[in-house]
């Protein structure tokens, strides 16, 4: 499995190269010079790269998102160098958001790489939950967020009490105060101010930003560990919740997406950190296992059925984070735990619990060539 989070900062450089080029040798001599608009956005852009080249070694490493952003140039993507699974059909919300990405323009896809980019760093490396924290573009979340991230420092048996949960808002984008605090992170001093002033620029007159609406932007969550920019820490964004209730998931939506992120946590703590699929899939039987428990939020099996449905909508067609029927799998497997125990309420220690996942996954994974022949049958 690829290094997801490196590839961040390194493909930001490559496209920033490539930016560059074009700005500099690929435009006729006769062409029209660039509006305004296009001169904004393309200065934000490589302000945004120089940012990610300028933070610390070890910023973003073991930072681990939900799925691979929709967003070409930005990441992170996958990089499986076989192609796509044969016979495998992206899950709906991967689909759903593939579809929005290809509706932009090239200035809008620019300028929505450099603003989600700046924003995800925000969230990671500034921002905390020392301040109050507002769940869902609303605040229609927030109650269910809260009660969630208590219930899963009771519930898993790891030090949890500086885990933080914090909100992933676009808005945030439109803050010149919070950008500069931003690029401070990496960006040289001198350039901060006017980079922050530019950022709040674009976000306003790039429409299809919508302000900081604009569900691309926060199409995601992440789990990062103690050594990275910022901590301990799970993000949860607006336009994932947004996306999740569009796609008729919101009855479990926000429980399922913090269990998953905090699955993550629980691997951090015992430093699991498989390079295979089961980085994702452990997580959400992790999930599945305390949304289905006595002591967790003990919901139904209709309930669980919609937890694992979730959890295929996320599932992708490369050798990455799991097909949707590998994540559904897994989900459905953390379910049964749960529900199987002779004693509803002894909670597996976490440690076993990843040791009995690790025993399983391989029974999740069909071999390459099981996948062709069904591909063709």
């Not at 910023?59 to 044969?86: E, F, H, N, Y």
């Not at 509706?103 to 995800?120: R, V, W």
């Amino acid at each position: 499995m690829p290094n997801r989070t490196g590839f961040l900062g390194s493909t930001l450089a490559a496209a920033g190269t490539a930016v560059a080029l074009v700005l500099a040798t690929a435009v006729p001599a006769a062409a029209a010079e660039p509006t305004t608009v296009e001169q904004d956005v393309a200065q934000l852009y490589q302000d945004v790269i120089d940012l990610y080249r300028g933070l610390p070694a070890d910023a973003l490493r073991g930072v681990d998102r939900l799925i691979d952003s929709p967003i070409p140039r930005i990441g992170p993507q996958s990089q499986a160098a076989d192609g796509p699974i044969p016979g495998c059909t992206p899950g709906a919300l991967l689909t759903y958001a593939n579809n929005l990405a290809a509706a932009l323009t090239p200035l809008e896809g620019q300028a929505l790489d450099a603003l989600s980019g700046l924003s995800q760093l925000y969230v990671q490396g500034v921002t905390s939950d020392k301040a109050p924290q507002v769940f869902g573009t609303d605040g229609q979340y927030t109650a269910r967020a809260t009660t969630a991230i208590d219930k899963l420092r009771g519930f898993w048996d790891i030090e949890s009490w500086n885990i933080q949960l914090v909100a992933w808002k676009g808005t945030d984008l439109g803050s010149q105060a919070k950008m500069a605090q931003t690029f401070s992170l990496g960006l040289a001093p001198a350039k901060v101010k006017d980079a922050a002033a530019l950022a709040t620029k674009v976000l306003y007159e790039v429409p299809a930003m919508q302000g900081g609406r604009n569900p691309l932007l926060t199409l995601n969550a992440f789990s990062a560990p103690a050594g990275s920019l910022g901590g301990k820490r799970v993000a949860l964004g607006d336009g994932l919740l947004d996306t999740v209730n569009v796609l008729g998931f919101d009855d479990v939506s926000v429980e399922s997406v913090v269990g998953h992120e905090y699955g993550h946590q629980v691997d951090f703590a015992h430093d699991n950190h498989p390079r295979n699929e089961s980085s994702e899939m452990g997580p959400d039987a992790y999930g599945g296992y305390f949304v289905a428990h006595a002591k967790g939020y003990a919901w139904n099996a209709r309930t669980q059925q919609e937890v694992s449905y979730l959890d295929a909508s996320i599932g992708d067609c490369f050798h990455s984070h799991g097909t949707p029927d590998q994540r559904k799998a897994a989900g459905a497997w953390g379910e049964k735990q749960a529900t199987s125990q002779a004693n509803p309420n002894r909670i597996i220690p976490s440690a076993t619990m990843i040791d009995k996942f690790q025993k399983e996954y391989p029974k999740l994974m069909p071999p390459a060539s099981a996948l062709v022949a069904a591909a063709h049958s």
